[in-house]
């Protein structure tokens, strides 16, 4: 924190931060606090920057890597996350930390400013709104600093970070706080932000700013990793009831007269790979499915899958808060494919083979899992034998982002989707005994995400709590995967599962050894991040175990 603080003083942000913490000498033309923060107008303007600060891609792609979502891929020849060599130094660690400082600094900056001026009683309502949505991404981004840097989320007596209530003075040290200490800073900023805060936004943007879906969802996430059961479902069930939004279907009808041995299908839209795709003729109803599906214009088509056009943001679909990725602002994408999510776009990571296998299986009743086909291009290039395929044989693309209308790279964030709030649901009645009614909250996602229009998905059944809870998690494997979900799931949710260490197939790490291992425990000192170096060198906090 004190590291990106001396940072911010000797940068200049857009013209909106003053130089107060570097010298006391106001220079001409100077656009200070005072200056800035006059009118209601201003603080919307800061706002905006701030909503630009907001970055969870490095806890995404740390959680791929870290765990047994990803390979490595044909353009990357090494990476030291990826064999579990963490250290202080660790770049994703430093840019988890930097990034979500940052976004509490703007907020804290915002807050400060707010107080110097007292708005017209006209505009009081619009002033607190912005105050709200400020202290709802300042409490978002302390418990998402939480999430990778504190040992125990449900121990209100374990270390956590620093507290950042402010805007520090450069000559401040300021202390790792307790988890509980945490927690009621964080929800004092949740409680005032739905006392203040104003949706006035259309609903096709609505979901990329703070509004009432994310404070719900946010809460039922937190609580479920603090192991407040009760309060977790209650919240994800209120989303359930009262969001507005539904899971996004994945079915698709056949198109007339499709041709049923169609080998070859015409390019078509954005960011599309190789013109073929991978499977054997069209024998089977799913597999004549399979090219139609690739054949229409997946970012402009309404006849593309609901599901499917949610990642290609063509759609809001069951995002209850996303963070705004416009085109050439941030290309995410290119975290995991240099240039585009196709064979040729410089793969570099590709899809963990134990992953892609789970959305190879037979969902039941006729139903097909569209999972495989949305977050794999059709470019990928499947071996019959994985256990011999080299990292050019076998390159299986991550197509979860596959870039919007007129990008290859850019998509928006999807912080909290409504498929999360089911599987909160879902945990939390295992935890109460209903194991009937788990099974029924996983058996709508499952569903939502067959394709073949008339199959009906099983509803699984549980012979015990740990059957269910490895249930749970495996469905969160498959459906939350490169979101930023399974480094923590595993660490918090794994031992209930009866799963006790990350799952990589054996081809998917090349430098397995007693020092490189191919998969750690779950109690690995590793499922908590290393406080970064940087930080601690200007300030006195105390390092994780292990580090």
């Known amino acids: 924190m004190k590291v990106f603080k001396i940072l911010l003083v000797l940068s200049v942000f857009a013209g909106f931060t003053g130089c107060e913490d570097a010298t006391d000498i106001v220079q ?37 890597v870290l765990t047994d979502e990803v390979a490595l891929g044909s353009g990357l020849t090494v990476n030291d996350t990826h064999r579990f060599f963490v250290v202080s130094t660790n770049g994703y660690a430093r840019s988890i930390w930097a990034n979500h400082y940052s976004l509490i600094n703007y907020c804290n900056r915002l807050i400060r400013g707010a107080a110097l001026f007292t708005p017209p009683a006209g505009d009081l309502p619009a002033y607190n709104s912005i105050l709200a949505q400020a202290r709802a991404l300042r409490a978002f981004a302390h418990f998402q600093l939480m999430v990778y840097f504190s040992p125990d989320l449900s121990n209100n007596n374990a270390l956590g970070v620093v507290l950042a209530d402010r805007v520090p ?14 927690y009621t800073f964080i929800e004092n900023d949740i409680a005032f932000a739905e006392a203040n805060l104003i949706e006035v936004l259309p609903i096709t943007v609505s979901h990329k700013f703070v509004n009432f879906n994310f404070l719900n969802a946010f809460k039922a996430r937190m609580y479920l990793y603090r192991k407040d059961y009760v309060k977790a479902l209650q919240f994800a069930n209120l989303v359930i009831s009262n969001s507005g939004v539904t899971l996004a279907q994945s079915t698709f009808t056949l198109p007339a007269n499709y041709p049923a041995t169609t080998d070859v299908i015409p390019p078509t839209g954005t960011g599309t790979g190789s013109t073929t795709i991978n499977v054997q003729p069209s024998n089977t109803p799913a597999q004549a499915v399979q090219r139609a599906l690739f054949q229409i214009d997946q970012w402009n088509s309404t006849a593309a899958p609901a599901y499917r056009r949610m990642w290609v943001d063509a759609d809001k ?3 209850l808060m996303s963070i705004d990725r416009p085109n050439n602002r941030s290309n995410f994408s290119s ?7 196709y064979w040729t776009g410089g793969p570099l990571f590709d899809m963990g083979r134990n992953l892609f296998n789970l959305y190879t299986q037979p969902m039941g009743g006729g139903a097909q899992d569209f999972r495989r086909w949305c977050f794999v291009d059709r ?20 197509d979860k982002y596959p870039g919007k209308a007129g990008s290859h790279t850019s998509n928006d964030i999807k912080l909290f989707r409504l498929s999360e709030m089911y599987f909160i649901r879902a945990e939390c009645l295992v935890r109460n005994g209903d194991l009937a009614g788990a099974a029924a909250a996983i058996q709508l996602v499952r569903q939502a995400r067959n394709y073949i229009v ?11 709590a740990q ?17 930023g979900h399974r480094y923590i799931d595993l660490k918090r949710l794994g031992a209930d599962a009866g799963v006790t260490s990350t799952d990589r197939f054996s081809q998917d790490s090349n430098n397995s050894s007693a020092t490189s291992p191919a998969n750690i ?25 292990g580090y």
């Open 521 to 545: 425990d779950i109690t690995d000192y590793r499922f908590t991040l290393p406080i970064p170096q940087d930080e601690r060198n200007v300030n006195n906090i105390p390092q994780n175990n």
């Open 317 to 319: 679909g069951e995002s």
């Open 169 to 182: 003075a450069i000559e401040d040290d300021l202390p790792r706080v307790s988890n509980g200490t945490l």
């Open 467 to 483: 059957a269910a809870f490895a249930d749970i998690l495996l469905e969160r494997r498959k459906e939350l995967a490169f979101e």
């Open 454 to 464: 008339g199959a009906v998905v099983p509803t699984p059944t549980y012979a015990s």
């Open 335 to 341: 975290q995991y494919n240099t240039n585009g999510s």
């Open 379 to 398: 470019s990928a290039t499947i071996s019959t034998d994985p256990n011999s395929a080299t990292r050019t044989d076998e390159v299986i693309v991550i």
């Open 28 to 64: 001409k033309g100077e656009l200070n606090d005072q200056a800035l923060f006059r009118n209601v107008e201003n603080m919307q303007l800061y706002l905006n920057e701030t909503y630009d600060r907001f970055s969870v891609e490095s806890d995404i792609v740390v959680s791929s």
